[in-house]
């Protein structure tokens, strides 16, 4: 039973500081409240200079970025879109927006992510049949680079633009580049829930001044320039306030010591648990350093004695405790099950047995403890009492 003294643990909460607080009472000082102003320039400065990128357009959501993106490459009606099936909906969705195709592509075991080789198999198989995709968008999944010069060779080899879908992944890098200068484009994400936020908020990025310029103006509905109001173009409101891009220089300031602080919460997890029969992380491959946005771990009920990443689900929930399975698959997500799928079951099996546990970078030590605890009594106790006590 939940107990009155239990204080909720969220997955993955904002943490806000007081850097955070003075920009946006700047902004209110000088009324700078509406969508442009300084605030929003200096967050797009500080997010080119920390990616060293060409360009940067501060926008409303990641998926904002990601529709954006797909326009840039005359992505329409009919064309196909390759992407990882294990990911957020967010990932596909904007292909849909544009009458697209999405073909789901699984994950491999080392990073999660999506599989170089049967990226590679589906691209054959479609081109066998007379399509060529009208790009491939890779996704750094809970802060894990992608491989990405294998999944970059792929994409020259066969001329199909890459798109990185690096939402989860501020901060991360692979071969000492961060995560979001690998593609012709990338998304970034600042909503509440991810590493650093800016209340709700996203990014486009790319090295090509252009197409950011491009998402720039689509993003503030198409105005021509014209001294009354005339459209050429089908625009969007998509750009960021100047308010939401003030918490954004704040957090901009404080993201590498947030992913500092997301990795020894890992490392506070798989030492405590490392020992522990039937659970198993992610660790980094050559080369990969993640951001770790989110602890994960592997339940295997084979080892557990029949314990699932339900059963431990449900047992931090009944504390207050919030922690949630892995991404559900795409491509067995109901919306989307109409569409071609490329691989085996290795996302399904990571979903089925995947639990993401709390780690907002503002927990405490007594915090994490008392995650663990819980975590060892429900693995102590067997499945069937425990399954027994929550009736």
Known sequence: MKSLNDEKIWLSPPHIGEKERSYVEEAFDQNWVAPAGPHLKRFETLIKEYFNVGAVAALSSGTAALH??????????????????????ASANPIRYLGAEPVFIDSEYDTWNLDPLVLEEAIQDLKEK???????????????????????????????????????????????????????????????????????????????????????????????NAVHYQHSHIGYNYRMSN??????????EVLDSRVRRRREIFDFYFDALKDAEGISFLVEPYGH?????????LVDPEKTFGITREHLRLALESR???????????????VFQKYS???????????????????????????????????????????????????
């Not at 326009?71 to 390759?82: F, Q, R």
């Open 341 to 391: 799928f490329y691989g085996s079951n290795v996302s399904q099996s990571l979903f089925e047995n995947g639990l993401c546990l709390p780690s907002g970078s503002a927990m405490t030590e007594e915090q994490l403890s008392k995650v663990v605890s819980i975590i060892r009594k429900v693995l102590n106790s067997g499945a069937g009492e425990f399954v027994h006590k929550v009736k």
């Open 289 to 297: 350093y993640s951001n770790r946005w989110l602890t994960v771990i």
């Open 68 to 89: 954006l993106a797909l326009i840039n490459l005359g992505v329409g009606n009919g064309d196909y879109v390759l992407t990882q099936s294990l990911t957020f909906s």
């Open 130 to 224: 007379g399509i060529k995709p009208k790009a491939i968008i890779g996704v750094d999944l809970y802060g894990m680079p992608a491989k990405w010069v294998e999944i970059q060779n792929i994409a020259m080899k066969y001329d199909i633009p890459l798109i990185e879908d690096s939402a989860e992944a501020a901060g991360s890098t692979y071969m000492g580049k961060y995560c979001g200068t690998f593609g012709r484009m990338a998304v970034l994400s600042f909503n509440g829930n991810k590493i650093i936020t800016t209340s709700g908020g996203g990014a486009l990025i790319s090295n090509d001044w252009h197409i950011v310029e491009y998402a720039r103006f689509l993003s503030t509905q198409a105005k021509d």
């Open 320 to 334: 207050n405790i919030e922690s949630r399975p892995l991404w559900k698959p795409l491509h067995l997500q109901p």
């Open 243 to 252: 308010i939401c891009a003030g918490i954004g220089c704040g957090q901009m």
